[in-house]
């Protein structure tokens, strides 16, 4: 690997985010190329340290931080954080040249690609710590992040409201979390992952303790990575620039929360060394969180209109299918969940920048004002079919060789349920995504798509597109090579009856889709008619009520409590602090009384008392 790259891949995004201003001072293309710069070096440091994780080499390299707390901060190379780092820092400079066309003619550039390139490095902070206090400081920063990013265009309420509920729903799970955090340091007296695993396995802290602590944990990356119920907040982030929506959805933020759950899976608790019986309850909750997550994110996809929308429900539902298989405890589940994320991170950037380039000319989210794009947009149209089949397991896709291998997962320990809700929500995946397709690349134009001029994006726009798709369908056939790297050695392969279920929920879901958005056989609208029908599709297209529920208890209910409250303080208090307030006013006014002499004389002495007092303090100071 390149010298000190465990420690450079992190710290120069960092640093980097404050040369950003500097280059500004020289002029706006210095800028620009001095951030894509800093994302591709980043790169090229993560990609170098594959090569000696593929030979075996795992480091855990430490150096003093804070000396009176002998706390010290480190960096734990093994192949889980060179992963995750690798998908943040390759798809982030990915993003950044992307951004070059893409955002070209907005304002407050020099902000975006600060928090572009700081988001980066937090997130490679996070994933390379080896101990939770750093985790959780780099955890904060991606949380910022994510907050500022989100709400680039501030001057825009709904973005600004984005960035503010994002913050505020995710604070909910990091607070989770830091209690985990704490209360493990108590029990352990480190907070390193490594150490924690040898108290953990030498039995010195109890297992249904343990479970606890998991759980807690397990809240932050509910926050993060948007599982029900604290999931509200990532289709509202698509108010920020779609960059950022790829960057979030394909790279970093959401993928913590997956980190989160797959480090305290195998390195904190390790089910190798321990039996599952005692962390059972720890592992289905997440499973059976993942499993409802998938589901409900691929319904509300379904009917939704909005481009971005429907992948941001599709990346919630994906994240569900991670968590699920995280959630089997099992090493094949555990590789399993991790190869979706590298395939997920792939072809999800791919479709939001697919996305991003058709926003690019027709400036509108709404899917019913475009169609017919496929003629004038030939590398989008090309490269977007490939990141949908990818999304809904078409084989030889990578999506296909890593939804299977969950579906194998599930099916070797016999998680029927858990399996079930998967394969149905894997038609509905391929409904939606085939829907997304036909609306904006297929079919006539709609009247608003012929009043502008549709052209191809540019080349520096097109080219991340069609690296991203070349990745998305090479990848899957490096599953063995793939499970070298993770450690994980004879466990993967695909099972006939899986792949079975597989085909059918292709053939479940593109069907109805093909004949409905495609063929035209069936108005989309005559599923919306009939009381039961106009019930269900309403009830989906709110969200099932969550943001309301959370309204009505949090925003609302806390109104009314605190202005009943207030009410009492007027009541009851303030009368009795009306009286000493009056009384101290009196005695203070009574006091400084004989002060008011009216002499004249008298009062000029004290002024010039006071003056030369001063200056002579001055003097003195």
């Known amino acids: 690997m390149l010298p000190y790259a465990p420690w450079v891949v992190w710290v120069l995004p960092l640093v980097g985010s404050l040369g950003v201003p500097v280059a500004a001072a020289v002029n706006e293309k210095v800028r620009n190329s001095f951030a894509v710069l800093i994302g591709f070096i980043t790169a090229a440091f993560a990609l170098s340290m594959i090569p000696d994780v593929y030979q075996g080499y795992v480091g855990n390299l ?205 390195t904190l608790v390790s089910f190798e060394h321990i039996p599952a019986v005692y962390i059972q309850n720890w592992y289905m909750t997440v499973a059976y969180v993942g499993a409802v997550t998938a589901f409900l994110a691929a319904t509300m996809a379904l009917v939704s209109v909005d481009i971005k929308r429907v992948l941001a429900y599709s990346t919630i539902s994906q994240l569900g299918y991670i968590m699920t298989a995280l959630g089997l405890g099992t090493a094949t589940g555990w590789f399993a969940g991790q190869f979706h994320v590298l395939s997920h991170a792939l072809f999800k950037a791919l479709l939001f920048l697919c996305a991003g380039a058709v926003l690019h000319v027709v400036e509108t989210t709404d899917m019913r004002l475009m169609g017919g794009l496929r003629r004038d947009m030939p590398i989008t149209f090309t490269t977007a079919i490939i990141g949908a089949l990818a999304l809904s397991g078409v084989p030889p896709l990578s999506g296909f060789w890593s939804k299977d291998l969950i579906f194998a997962a599930a099916y070797a320990i016999n998680a029927y349920p858990l399996l079930a809700i998967l394969v149905v929500t894997a038609a509905l995946t391929f409904a939606y995504s085939l829907r997304w397709i036909f609306l904006v690349f297929l079919g006539e134009k709609s009247d608003h798509a012929k009043t502008i001029h549709v052209h191809e994006a540019p080349a520096v726009m097109t080219i991340p597109l069609v690296i991203l798709a070349l990745l998305t369908c090479v990848s899957g056939f490096f599953e063995s090579s793939f499970g070298h790297f993770m450690g994980v050695h004879g466990e993967a392969g695909i099972e006939a009856i899986p792949v079975v279920l597989s085909f059918i929920a292709l053939i479940v879901g593109g069907v109805p889709a093909y004949v409905v958005y495609y063929r035209r056989s069936i108005s989309p609208e005559v599923l919306r008619t009939g ?26 209910g806390f109104y009314r409590a605190c202005m009943a409250l207030l009410d009492y303080v007027e009541l009851k208090i303030i009368d009795g602090l009306n009286y000493y307030i009056a009384g101290a006013a009196k005695f203070v006014s009574q006091g400084f009384r004989p002060s008011h002499t009216g002499i004249l004389s008298y009062n000029m002495s004290a002024i010039l008392i006071g003056l030369v007092a001063l200056i002579v303090l001055l003097f003195i100071i």
């Not at 480190?74 to 060179?82: I, K, T």
């Not at 501030?154 to 960035?163: E, I, M, N, T």
């Not at 009381?531 to 989906?540: D, E, L, P, R």
């Not at 969550?546 to 609302?556: I, L, T």
Request: proline share 3%; glycine share 10%; charged share 10%.
């Open 62 to 266: 430490q150096v003093i931080w804070i000396p009176v707390l002998n706390l010290r901060a480190g960096v734990l190379v093994d192949p889980l954080s060179v992963l995750m780092t690798n998908i943040a820092a390759g798809i982030g400079a990915l993003i950044l040249l992307y951004s070059l066309g893409y955002m070209a003619h907005e304002e407050g550039l020099t902000r975006y690609y600060f928090f572009m390139l700081f988001f980066i490095g937090g997130m490679i902070g996070l994933v390379m710590a080896n101990n939770f206090l750093q985790l959780y400081v780099f955890w904060e920063i991606v949380g910022l992040c994510s907050y500022a990013l989100i709400g680039f265009w501030y001057k825009r309420d709904k973005a600004a409201k984005a960035g503010m509920k994002a913050f505020v729903v995710t604070r909910a799970g990091d607070a989770a979390l830091l209690i985990g955090i704490l209360i493990l340091y108590l029990q352990t007296g480190t907070f390193s992952f490594l150490e924690i695993n040898q108290v953990v396995e030498a039995g010195k802290i109890g297992f249904p303790f343990l479970t606890t602590m998991l759980l807690l944990i397990f809240g932050g990356a509910v926050g993060k990575s948007a599982q029900v119920p604290l999931h509200v907040w990532l289709p509202d982030a698509m108010e920020g620039p779609t960059t950022v929506s790829a960057l979030i959805h394909a790279a970093t933020m959401v993928k913590a929360g997956i980190y989160l759950v797959a480090r305290t899976g195998f």
């Open 531 to 556: 009381s039961f029908g106009k019930v269900i599709f309403t009830f989906i297209s709110e969200g099932y009520y969550f943001d309301r529920a959370y309204y009505v208890v949090f925003v609302n």
